[in-house]
């Protein structure tokens, strides 16, 4: 995308139809480090890519417990997911208050994406700048929602945001239709292969990244550091490519997968998450 | 005055903004211009009895509406359903149950209007009332009813009741007012967890008829509602048949001369 004089303003319409502010806004999302999704029927899993900005600093949490049933993985503005996931939690709570009842999934979703979209349509105000990941359950099982920052919502079986989520994106394509009877431990290991594929050779540890899961009689939590590096050395010692699968064929999970073009930020933390 | 009436505002939660907004603005204390705080309630509606039984809900409630002690009203249907899968009766002040049914039909309608497979139970119903009836009566403008709310959802039976001060209960049997006196202690005896349709109707009518006896309230027209996993169903109405034949009554004034 070039500067172009429709850009100011996000309530300027360009020739072709186009918003360009809140494409910028999506873009904010693509420099954020990598999240990703994944569901089977029962369970949803969230992982997300942690890295500190320096040796001295703690990573950023993007990865947020909205309730019981719902957790969210954030890319982008980390200020802005924050933001976004009070507002989550506060509309969990006050429907737990007068419904003794968990917020269906489905409409939190919603309602998160209207409160984007009016960003969208007026003049005083931003796009929020985040993609966020809503993993939860409801009467109908577990689901996974991509918000944008445009104010869509979609549901997937799996995704992948943020900078070289396409290795994910492409790891989890593979695998996908093998998800939905996935057992919570597979998926777990399916996360943190994906999450793998956008380090891009540089080693999977529990400190560079963040996993949490959800899932029928589990309340959403995020798993501590030692049982991540647990379940990393399982499958990195036993030399396991990812577990196997009904359908799909086994390739080298070394694979170099074809990275996203755009991103900028190699080696370093992705710049949007500062 | 209407500014000495806005003195200490509400703090209005948007939940209840349709509630609210269908009255005048409220102060801390009801109506700052009256000197009453307290309503009367003027038509009203006794008992309502509630049972889960092997399929469902039962619920059982006459049909009449007292002006004070007079009966004014006899074809009143204290048993309305709410969505899919609730059924509501209602004891207390009618106009008030009128206006918790529109609250509820409110409810139900911007439930649906999600369309998008979920749907409110009979427990978030019951929770919903009881956020409604507390909050009113922290107002000092109470909605003068007691409930009974029942229903199935996914298989889960549920029955709970709320009384007009926002006290709530959930149990396998619930009634309100005269009912909780008269018909409990039989329900306590004689309900079981697998009690068969024909069983529950009779067990209500047992207890229907002891309050025919001995509330003055009530009217011999009674409806018994039914709500399973299928759907609802609320009868027509019927009476009860009862035996007066006692002794007792058929000389009343012996030992007493003189006496009516």
């Known amino acids: 995308m070039f500067r172009n004089q429709y850009d100011t303003d996000v309530t300027t319409w360009s020739p072709a139809g186009r918003l360009f502010q809140v494409e910028y806004a999506m873009e904010a999302v693509k420099q954020g480090s990598a999240a990703i999704g994944l569901r089977s029927k029962t369970h949803a899993v969230l992982a997300c890519v942690n890295k500190a900005n320096s040796e001295l600093s703690s990573h950023q949490r993007k990865i947020f417990k909205v309730d019981d049933h719902i957790g969210v993985a954030i890319a982008g503005l980390t200020a802005d997911g924050r933001v976004l996931s009070r507002y989550m939690r506060s509309e969990c709570i006050n429907y737990g208050y007068t419904y003794e009842s968990p917020l269906p999934v489905g409409r939190l979703v919603v309602q998160l994406a209207d409160k984007a979209q009016v960003c969208t349509q007026r003049s005083w105000k931003r796009p929020y700048g985040v993609g966020l990941l809503v993993a939860g359950l409801d009467e109908s099982g577990a689901h996974l929602y991509y918000n944008c920052p445009s104010g869509n919502y979609f549901e997937y079986q799996a995704f992948a945001i943020g900078s070289r989520s396409q290795a994910a994106k492409t790891y989890l394509e593979r695998k996908f239709e093998s998800f939905p009877e996935s057992s919570r431990d597979d998926l777990i290991k399916d996360a943190l292969f994906a999450i793998r594929e956008t380090l891009q050779g540089e080693k999977l540890t529990s400190s560079v990244c963040t996993v949490a899961v959800v899932g029928v009689g589990e309340a959403f939590s995020i798993l501590d550091q030692a049982t991540v590096q647990a379940l990393i050395n399982e499958f990195e010692i036993s030399g396991e490519e990812a577990p196997a699968t009904a359908s799909v064929a086994e390739e080298g999970a070394g694979d170099a997968a074809a990275d996203q073009g755009g991103a900028a930020a190699e080696e370093e933390a992705a710049p949007m998450d500062i | ?260």
């Open chain 2, 1 to 260: 005055m209407p500014s000495e009436q806005k003195l200490g505002s509400a703090i209005v939660d948007t939940v209840f903004a349709n509630m609210v907004s269908s009255q005048n603005e409220s102060s801390l204390l009801s109506s700052e211009g009256d000197s009453q705080r307290t309503q009367y309630p003027y038509v009203t509606g006794t008992s309502v009895i509630g049972i889960k039984y092997k399929d469902g809900i039962l619920m059982a409630a006459d049909m009449g509406g007292s002006y004070g002690s007079t009966i004014r009203y006899k074809s009143v249907e204290r048993l309305k359903q709410v969505g899919k899968h609730s059924l509501i009766g209602a004891s207390g002040e009618i106009s008030d149950f009128q206006e918790i049914l529109r609250y509820l039909d409110e409810l139900i309608l911007h439930d649906s209007m999600w369309d998008d497979g979920n749907s409110l139970g009979p427990k978030e119903v019951h929770n919903y009332l009881t956020r409604v009836l507390y909050n009113r009566r922290n107002k000092f403008d109470p909605l003068w009813n007691s409930l009974v709310l029942g229903g199935v959802k996914n298989g889960q039976k549920y029955l709970g009741s709320v009384s007009m001060i926002g006290v709530h209960f959930e149990d396998d049997h619930v009634a309100t007012g005269f009912g909780n006196h008269l018909a409990r202690p039989i329900l306590r005896e004689e309900w079981r967890e697998d009690l068969t349709f024909e069983e529950g109707v009779k067990l209500l009518e047992k207890c229907m008829r002891n309050l025919l006896y001995r509330d003055r309230s009530a009217v011999n027209k009674l409806q018994i509602a039914k709500i399973t996993e299928e759907g609802l169903t609320i009868s027509q109405p019927y009476s009860l048949k009862t035996f007066w034949n006692f002794a007792a009554f058929k000389n009343p004034t012996v030992g007493a001369e003189g006496s009516w």
